[in-house]
């Protein structure tokens, strides 16, 4: 067993990192632990032509905002690593890199016993920084595809030359999605895309990026009463997981229109409702479900910003009204791999929470850790760096630092 720490703080990706950095600015002594050998987070995880879906500019991590000469740039994969490296040696973050968390349990005396690949810890306070993407999430009808066909998560992508010839399924039109659905294409790949419910957006609104209107809405809209970017405002738990929208920071930060893929010869499917026997069954609701998917940013997120440009009395351009698109796919609702010549799938279907190590009973129906602004129900245990913690920014390097500094100070005054 080893010496009592004040504070432990479980991952060192870009949530450990924030708290680590308040952690020293309220003075509470703490160690990171993380389970892989060199920092830079999740991102590792990533394909190689990955980069980030949100500009420069909103790398905001406590103590180091982006001062590179490409605020509006969106960060390739590798320098984004190396970003975080930065950082962490910056703001001297004390990591122990290498160390893998098994198990967190109540302590007798109080505090907490951390099992690791390195022995027990003793802490008094305990921070989960291990973020939402911990995972992948593969729908249970995977197992019904027959065994010829090459299998990948998103999660264990890296590039075209990784699939056999032949036609390529992806189910799911998230940020991932879209991604690696254009750079298939671009590679000449036929194929077959699997529509979710994620909203398209535009890349720019009223003459600036998506992320440049959510981060002034996080920050400063609840004093204009703006609150729908917090996590009150959420009509359901369910909903702290629901797909960002559908842009992407490649070629230099686009919109992507399912439509657009499909007339340059993606073949577009509803929802994947069943596999059988190398036939595939999709949902029949293909224009509804695009018509959803292009209208919600309109319906949800446009009221938002031009009532937060009217509250702020910012001077913006007019909006450009949506785009009228009613190009429709004519592909059947059912699909034989072997007849498509499809010889792999990409379940490019997101990722769910894994609090396995967590021997507490705190944890919702969604594993998620019941808590007030990531203060959870058991004493002396936190969370940062999930999605919809206090809010939209709560899971993105924008907004992970306002709830990390107050999680800091709460540890700081107990």
């Known amino acids: 067993m080893g010496p009592m720490q004040d504070t432990l703080v479980i991952g060192a990706g870009q949530a450990g990192l924030a708290t680590s950095y308040w952690l020293d600015r309220t003075g509470v002594e703490h160690q990171l632990l993380d389970r892989r050998v060199a920092l830079g987070g999740a991102w590792q995880d990533r394909w190689d032509a990955f980069c980030l879906n949100t500009p420069n500019f909103s790398l905001t991590l406590p103590g180091m905002p982006y001062e590179g000469p490409a605020p509006e ?18 703001i001297g973050a004390p990591v122990r890199t290498g160390t893998d968390v098994r ?8 505090g907490f016993n951390v099992e690791t690949s390195r022995g027990v810890w003793r802490a008094r306070h305990v921070v989960l920084a291990t973020g939402g993407y ?12 027959p065994g010829r066909i090459l299998q990948l998560h998103t999660d264990s992508y890296r590039n075209p030359e990784q699939l056999p010839d032949g036609a390529v399924l992806i189910v799911g039109t998230g940020q991932s999605g879209g ?3 254009e750079e298939l294409l671009a ?10 419910a994620c909203p ?12 440049f209107w959510m981060m002034q809405l996080a920050e400063h809209g609840p004093k204009y009463g703006l609150n729908g970017l917090t996590v009150g405002q959420l009509p359901s738990p369910a909903a702290r997981f629901m797909c960002n929208p559908l842009v992407s920071g490649a070629d230099g930060g686009h919109d992507i229109h399912l439509r657009d893929l499909g007339r340059q010869g993606v073949r577009l499917h509803g929802h994947l409702e069943a596999a059988d026997d190398g036939e595939l069954t999709f949902s029949d609701d293909l224009p509804e479900r695009l018509g959803v998917v292009e209208r919600t940013f309109y ?13 702020a009395g910012m001077t913006a351009p007019e909006a450009e009204p949506p785009r009228k698109d009613d190009w429709l796919p004519a592909e059947p609702a059912r699909l034989n791999l072997e007849a498509a010549n499809i010889t792999s799938v990409i379940w490019a279907t997101g990722y769910r929470l894994d609090f396995g190590i967590l021997d507490i009973p705190v944890l919702d129906e969604w594993n998620y850790p019941r808590h007030l602004r990531g203060v959870t129900e058991h004493p002396g245990l936190y969370a940062v760096g999930l999605p919809w913690l206090t809010g939209h920014g709560s899971s993105i390097v924008a907004g992970v630092g306002r709830d990390a500094k107050y999680i800091a100070e709460h ?3 107990s």
Not at 299 to 311: C, E, L
């Open 73 to 90: 740039a969106f960060m390739p994969r590798n320098d984004l690593i190396e970003y975080f490296r930065r950082y962490a040696e910056t």
């Open 103 to 110: 198990r967190i349990a109540a302590a007798e005396d109080g």
């Open 134 to 145: 911990q995972k992948p999430k593969i729908p249970a009808l995977s197992a019904q595809f």
């Open 179 to 181: 991604q690696i659905a």
């Open 187 to 196: 590679v000449g790949r036929e194929i077959h895309l699997a529509v979710s």
């Open 200 to 211: 398209e957006a535009p890349r720019r609104y009223r003459g600036q990026d998506l992320l």
């Open 299 to 311: 319906q949800r997120m446009r009221p938002m910003f031009d009532a937060y440009i009217a509250a």
């Open 411 to 413: 540890i700081a005054a």
